[in-house]
């Protein structure tokens, strides 16, 4: 299925084959295309590139479709991977996690830093944060699999 191009968002380089690998969703996904092009909210002599998640419904191409700014793409892999690397040692605290120090990381980025902490305003959090961990444990593999893509290519490109 191809991507439209008449939309706002403009596709410059494009995965139109995405719903084969769209992790559990591999097949079965409305997740139909990637695209890195020209943001949607562009305003005259400012331009944006983004990342858009083309979903489709099966009869149109659907307004869920997302799309981000590509430091905000980085950002979530950023902070996937120190969620993994966390979830790693996590199973040394009985609750998964310390309520005393909910705080995992500040990332330093621009000046400033990225806090990564425990979501203990989730009512729920001591259930939920099993379920997180072993739902991210069922998907190790295939995590493990696209993090080791990134690290290739991130070695590739000098980083």
Request: hydrophobic share 35%; aromatic share 8%; proline share 4%.
């Amino acid at each position: 299925m191809k991507i439209p191009t008449t939309l706002k968002h403009k596709p410059v380089i494009i995965s139109e084959n995405y719903e084969n690998i769209d992790g559990r969703k591999a097949h079965d996904t409305d997740a139909k295309g990637l695209s890195l092009g020209l943001a949607q909210w562009n305003d005259r002599g400012k331009l944006d590139i983004s990342a858009k998640v083309w979903r489709y419904t099966g009869e149109k191409w659907s307004r869920q479709s997302e799309e981000l700014p590509m430091h905000r793409v980085l950002d979530l892999a950023i902070l996937t991977c120190r969620t993994s690397l966390y979830f790693q040692d996590a199973y040394r605290f009985p609750k998964l996690y310390d309520p005393d120090k909910t705080l995992i990381d500040r990332i330093g980025l621009q000046g400033d830093a990225m806090s990564v902490s425990v979501c203990t305003e989730n009512p729920m959090i001591d259930e939920d944060i099993k379920l997180f961990s072993q739902a991210l444990s069922d998907d190790g593999e295939m995590i493990g699999e696209r993090l080791r893509v990134l690290s290739r290519l991130l070695k590739e490109m000098g980083y």
